[in-house]
C-alpha cells in the first residue's frame, strides 16, 4: 500500500515549457487536490477533483490545468511553465465523509523554472 | 472564503518546555481542523484534528483546543524533545460536504526549534 505516489520528484523547466505532474493513489479515495507550497504562505490549492471525470477550481487556479481520467489518478499540466510557478507542489486525497476526514499526502515534486 | 491566521511564525522553546501555536478563522461553517507536521523536504503528515463537536482532545504529548465562539484553535505540545523541532500547519474545513468537499485552508505555517 503505497499511499500517494508523485512523480517526478525534481525537474527543471524553462520559460515557456510544458509538462504534467503525475498523483497515482490506491486508497481508493474519490477526492483528490492539487497544492502549491511557497515560503510563508502554507500550501494553496490549485485545483481538486471529487470523482472520476470532474474537477474544479482551488484559490490559485491560473495557468495550470487538471485532468481525473481514472479514480486513481490525478494529473496536473503546466502548458507554458513561468518563473512564478517555481514551487513545491503537494497532492492529496481523502475520502468523503461527514464531519471531516484527514487529507493524506505524496511526497511532493519540487519544479523550477528558469 | 475562509481565511486562516497562524502565529507566532517561529517559535523557539528549551527541551522539556511546552510550545503553543494558535490560529483563527474566519468561516462559521467551518467544523473540521486538522494539524500538520512537516520536517524538512517531506510531505506534511498529519498529527491530530478536533472536529467542531468537541473543545480538546489529547494524543500523549499533543492536544488541540477549539473554541467555536471566538473562532480559534491551538495546538499544544508538552515535553517538547528535538524531534519536534518541524513547521506545523493549521487547516480548517467545512468537512460537512455540500459545496466544500472538503477543502482545506492552511496557515502560514510555525517554524517550532526545540533546543537540546
Known amino acids: 500500500n503505497a499511499g500517494v505516489t508523485q512523480t517526478p520528484k525534481f525537474r527543471v523547466l524553462k520559460t515557456g515549457q510544458s509538462m504534467t505532474l503525475l498523483c497515482a493513489q490506491d486508497?481508493?479515495?474519490?477526492?483528490m487536490y492539487w497544492y502549491r507550497q511557497d515560503p510563508g504562505m502554507g500550501l494553496r490549492l490549485i485545483h481538486y477533483s471529487v470523482g472520476e471525470g470532474t474537477t474544479a477550481k482551488g484559490e490559485v487556479p491560473d495557468g495550470y490545468n487538471v485532468s481525473r481520467l481514472k479514480k486513481q489518478n490525478f494529473l496536473l499540466g503546466l502548458e507554458s511553465a513561468a518563473p512564478s510557478q517555481t514551487s513545491v507542489y503537494f497532492c492529496?486525497?481523502?475520502?468523503?465523509?461527514?464531519?471531516?476526514?484527514?487529507?493524506?499526502f505524496g511526497d511532493g515534486t519540487r519544479l523550477s523554472i528558469l | 472564503g475562509e481565511n486562516v491566521e497562524q502565529h507566532p511564525s517561529t517559535l523557539s522553546v528549551q527541551e522539556g518546555d511546552s510550545a503553543v501555536i494558535k490560529c483563527t478563522y474566519s468561516d462559521s461553517a467551518s467544523n473540521y481542523f486538522p494539524w500538520y507536521k512537516q520536517e524538512l523536504g517531506k510531505r506534511p503528515q498529519l498529527i491530530i484534528d478536533i472536529r467542531s463537536n468537541v473543545g480538546e482532545k489529547k494524543d500523549q504529548r499533543i492536544a488541540v483546543t477549539l473554541n467555536k465562539t471566538a473562532k480559534h484553535f491551538s495546538l499544544h505540545i508538552t515535553e517538547t524533545q528535538p524531534e519536534d523541532s518541524a513547521v506545523y500547519f493549521c487547516a480548517a474545513s467545512n468537512g460537512a460536504g455540500g459545496t466544500s468537499y472538503g477543502k482545506l485552508t492552511f496557515g502560514q505555517g510555525t517554524i517550532l526549534t526545540v533546543h537540546p
Open positions: 492529496a486525497s481523502r475520502t468523503p465523509g461527514r464531519g471531516g476526514q484527514p487529507q493524506h
Open positions: 486508497m481508493n479515495h474519490e477526492y
